[in-house]
T-cell receptor, first 115, second 113 residues
Framework: DTEVTQTPKHLVMGMTNKKSLKCEQH?????MYWYKQKAKKPPELMFV???????INESVPSRFSPECPNSSLLNLHLHALQPEDSALYLC??????????????FGPGTRLTVL | AQKVTQAQTEISVVEKEDVTLDCVYE???????LFWYKQPPSGELVFLIR??????QNEISGRYSWNFQKSTSSFNFTITASQVVDSAVYFC??????????FGDGTTLTVKP
């Protein structure tokens, strides 16, 4: 299995809702990533997990809360989002975060709309 | 600080033309990796190639070829005999140790029949 899966594919939520995005990989990778991508922009790194520990948090607002329950799963919990948070959320994984082992495989993304 | 510059925002060619997408990067790290990704309208980022900072050999894969020149900090991507299916946004990205990645702004390639 050489793919990263993400659910749901599409999500529409109100500003008061609580929802979660899920990401899963079965490649034995020990690094997982969340990116946010606005239309016509490049992906922006949000969080990096290495061996289930948060390694990088790129000053993301607290309304986004990542969780890595095990080495195969990565969640992104959403609460009290704003309309400007509407974007494509991409998950990626790599063997490791170290150079030479950090080639990232991306999932298909979750397209989030906040009303 | 890391930076990746893709100066061409949009390129439009006619099918069968060759096209080169430019990528220039900046980093103080001596060990790093450069990538090209393709993002079709469906949204998924498709990995095309990885090149490490110690390997300046050019590479050809079918209609795709890459020219890495460390002296000019460039990693350009050429599509030979372009096809309509090549239409997509192409991103150049730089990865250093610790998993920190920086993407260029992307080049939107449109190949017309």
């Amino acid at each position: 299995d050489t793919e990263v899966t993400q659910t749901p594919k599409h999500l529409v939520m109100g500003m008061t809702n609580k929802k979660s995005l899920k990401c899963e990989q079965h490649m034995g990778h020990r690094a997982m990533y969340w990116y946010k991508q606005k239309a016509k922009k490049p992906p922006e790194l949000m969080f990096v997990y290495s061996y289930e520990k948060l390694s990088i948090n790129e000053s993301v607002p607290s309304r986004f809360s990542p969780e890595c329950p095990n080495s195969s799963l990565l969640n992104l919990h959403l609460h009290a989002l704003q309309p400007e948070d509407s974007a494509l959320y991409l998950c990626a994984s790599s063997q490791d975060i170290l150079a030479g082992r950090n080639e990232q495989f991306f999932g298909p993304g979750t397209r989030l709309t906040v009303l | 600080a890391q930076k990746v510059t893709q100066a061409q925002t949009e390129i439009s060619v006619v099918e069968k033309e060759d096209v080169t997408l430019d990528c220039v990067y900046e980093t103080r790290d001596t060990t790093y990796y450069l990538f090209w990704y393709k993002q079709p309208p469906s949204g998924e980022l498709v990995f095309l190639i990885r090149r490490n900072s110690f390997d300046e050999q050019n590479e050809i894969s079918g209609r795709y070829s890459w020219n890495f020149q460390k002296s000019t900090s460039s990693f350009n991507f050429t599509i030979t005999a372009s096809q309509v299916v090549d239409s997509a946004v192409y991103f150049c990205a730089l990865l250093t140790n610790a998993g920190k990645s920086t993407f260029g702004d992307g080049t939107t390639l449109t190949v017309k029949p």
